[in-house]
């Protein structure tokens, strides 16, 4: 893939990619019952995050169709997911938000975030630097994110949509 003609774009702020927002639970233990209502995502590389199905909470819900990014905690720094289900989040996590984002564009975004995670070892955390984060990706001529490239790229990959269990009719 070529990326001549592939342009910086901040996360956040003005002109970002993001409108981004901090998930909410912040005392896992202490606030969530143990349930089958809705997936607690916390800051784990693996699984997408998956810790435990809980109770639903309204005050806790993050919506999906959103990337998260893994801001604090142990190895975990620097990663990012794509969810396209509401879930309740740890505080650890920040969401981004765009109108535009779906699941395919959403898999093409984490794949470039993942080669900037290296930005965030040692210490560094990615809550405090989401604001500073760039990324390039594929722009249209008019110098505005290439979301039909994204989308199209995903396709020729042979992409078929992920199931997760709020996607599966009851």
């Known amino acids: 893939i070529s990326t001549e003609n592939w342009k910086y774009f901040p996360l956040s ?7 981004i927002e901090s998930c909410k639970c912040s005392n896992a233990g202490e606030l969530l019952e143990d349930g089958n209502d809705i997936e607690y995502i916390g800051a784990k590389k693996n699984d997408n995050g998956f810790m435990r199905f809980v109770r639903y909470d309204e005050s806790l819900i993050t919506k999906g169709n959103c990337i998260i990014f893994i801001c604090d905690g142990q190895g975990s720094v620097g ?6 289900h509401d879930f309740i989040g ?25 080669l900037e995670r290296y930005r965030y070892s040692f ?21 505005k994110p290439d979301w039909e490239f994204m989308e199209n790229y995903i396709d020729q990959l042979g992409f078929k949509p992920i199931q997760t269990r709020n996607s599966f009719s009851d």
Not at 13 to 19: Q, R, S, T, V
Not at 105 to 112: K, P, S
Not at 123 to 143: C, D, E, F, M, W
């Open 79 to 84: 990663y990012t997911n794509y969810i396209d």
């Open 90 to 114: 740890s505080t650890t996590l920040s969401a981004g938000f765009n109108d535009r984002l779906n699941q395919k564009i959403g898999l093409f975004i984490v794949a470039v975030l993942d």
């Open 123 to 143: 210490g560094r955390k990615y809550k405090t630097n989401l604001s500073k984060v760039s990324i390039k990706l594929p722009a249209t001529k008019s110098g």
């Open 13 to 19: 702020g003005k002109n970002g990619l993001f409108e």
